[in-house]
Structures are given as structure tokens and as C-alpha cells.
């Protein structure tokens, strides 16, 4: 059966690869981006319009569309965000106020804009894209980590607080991909710049590969979308081997200050 699916951040990368499966099967998909005129990477056979994720008003106006076009929504996928990274005493709070915007507030106002249309049909998916980041948190990313926290809390809190209406809530949470994320990289904070370049253009999976195992968890409704074996080897590493995963974070943080020209062992007694 046909699904109406609306996809934020929909014209590049994980999103636009979300998007593109999504027609491919049948679904009628609504792309909403930053640019004014449909970007040529939109999936044919997608709709578009623009949106700001940082604007209450484009959200409305969104909702009246779905509400007008469509008469209703099955499915809502929070993907649009931002590459942010560095240290507590070098990243500027102007970066913090930047990245919460996008990566925290912007999934915040699409359920919050989207939720009573949904309760109305007692029906529908949210999927919030997070990040593995949401779930463990290394060091020098500490806006990064806090937003896509977030975002797996808000899921989790939604998918207890909208299960009666018949709604159900998926978090994303996949480890580095090859995409375009580093080029939203703000910020005055070069070494995790450098790094966290690396560490998406280095990646073995790209965007089409990660959205066919995202897809498939959506359609399975899970509430916790892991995308690799990467990522389930560090969240399980957390949850039941502490000591060494505090163990590696601490030299991951060592190896960071000594890149950048500090380091820790300087400054001890």
C-alpha cells in the first residue's frame, strides 16, 4: 500500500537516498531542502517544496500542504543536519546555539508540528535521524554528541507518549558514511575539522547502502535503528564492557590533544 512520506534534508545524502527508495517502491514522497527552486538531485517522481528546519513558519506552511495535498501522513523522517566538532574551551557558543537548532530543535518542531495530524488518524511513523554519536560519546564532539542525544531521548519519549494514538517512533543511529555531511563542518575547531573529514569520507558504506538497512528497519518499525557492526560493537561495548570502552575514549581523547599541540600530560603535578 501507497504511503505518503515526507523526508527533511531530502535533496542530498542519506536523505535524498531515503527519498529515492521510497518512490522506486510507489510511495508518494514530499523532499523539503534549503533551496528555493527544486534541486536537480531530488529522486524523480518526488514532490518538492522549501523548508527551513529552524523556522516555525515553514513548518506550518508544510503542514498545510500535507494537509491540502495529501489529507494526511504516514510517515514523517527527521533527517535534516549539520557536521559540528570540537573541544569545550575552542568551539564557540555561537556553533552550540547553531547545531541545537538544526540537529535538536529541528526534529523537535517537526514532531511537534506534525503530531496532531497523526493523532487525528491514529496512524503513522515517525523516524528521527540520529546518529551513533546519540549513544556513545566520544570526545571532541561534545555539541555533536549532546544534540543527537537528544534526539534519541526525544524518540524514546515520544515512542511511550504516542503509542496509544497508534503511532510509532524510530531513532537512526548510524556510524560514519560516506556523504556530504562534512561540508556543513562550521566552526574554529581544526583538528576534529581534519578529523571528522576523515572519518566520513573514509567510510566503507555510502548513503545507498545505509538507506536500503535503514528502510528495512523502518518497515520492521524498530524503535532503535542500528545500521552496522561497528556501531552495535561500541553501544554493546558501553552497555557491557565499561572499563575498556572508557579505557579507548581516554586515549582517543589523549590522541586528539596531542594533534592539536596539547598535551595533557603537561599540565599534571
Known amino acids: 500500500m501507497s504511503r505518503r512520506a515526507l523526508v527533511t534534508g531530502g535533496a542530498s545524502g542519506l536523505g535524498r537516498a531515503l527519498a529515492a527508495l521510497l518512490v522506486a517502491r510507489g510511495d508518494r514522497v514530499l523532499v523539503v531542502d534549503l533551496a528555493d527552486d527544486r534541486p536537480a538531485a531530488v529522486p524523480e517522481g518526488a514532490e518538492y517544496r522549501r523548508l527551513d528546519v529552524r523556522s516555525q513558519q515553514d513548518w506550518d506552511a508544510t503542514l498545510a500542504w500535507v494537509r491540502e495535498g495529501w489529507g494526511g501522513l504516514d510517515l514523517l523522517v527527521n533527517n535534516a543536519g549539520v557536521a559540528t566538532g570540537g573541544r569545550i574551551d575552542v568551539e564557540s557558543m555561537a556553533d552550540?546555539?547553531?547545531?541545537?537548532?538544526?540537529?535538536?530543535?529541528?526534529?523537535?518542531?517537526?514532531?511537534?508540528?506534525?503530531?496532531?495530524?497523526?493523532k487525528e488518524q491514529r496512524s503513522g511513523h515517525i523516524v528521527n535521524v540520529a546518529s551513533l554519536a546519540g549513544l556513545v560519546h566520544g570526545p571532541g564532539m561534545a555539541s555533536y554528541?549532546?544534540?543527537?542525544?537528544?534526539?534519541?531521548?526525544?524518540?524514546e519519549t515520544l515512542g511511550f507518549e504516542l503509542g496509544p494514538w497508534g503511532i510509532d517512533v524510530s531513532v537512526v543511529c548510524p556510524a560514519f558514511f560516506r556523504t556530504n555531511l562534512h561540508e556543513s563542518f562550521a566552526g574554529k575547531d581544526t583538528a576534529m575539522h581534519e578529523a571528522g573529514v576523515r572519518l566520513i569520507t573514509g567510510a566503507s558504506a555510502d548513503a545507498d547502502q545505509m538507506a536500503r538497512i535503514v528502510l528495512d528497519g523502518i518497515d520492521k518499525r524498530r524503535p532503535v535503528i542500528l545500521t552496522d557492526r561497528l556501531g552495535r560493537q561500541a553501544y554493546y561495548g558501553k552497555r557491557f564492557a565499561?572499563?575498556?570502552?572508557?579505557?579507548?575514549?581516554t586515549a582517543q581523547a589523549r590522541r586528539l590533544a596531542r594533534k592539536a599541540g596539547?598535551?595533557?600530560?603537561e599540565y599534571l603535578p
Not at 554528541?145 to 524518540?155: C, E, F, P, Q
Open 262 to 265: 596539547q598535551d595533557p600530560d
Open 96 to 118: 552550540w546555539e547553531r547545531v541545537v537548532d538544526v540537529n535538536l530543535l529541528g526534529p523537535a518542531r517537526g514532531c511537534h508540528t506534525m503530531t496532531p495530524l497523526l
Open 145 to 155: 554528541n549532546a544534540t543527537k542525544a537528544g534526539v534519541v531521548a526525544l524518540s
Open 242 to 249: 565499561r572499563p575498556l570502552y572508557d579505557r579507548m575514549m
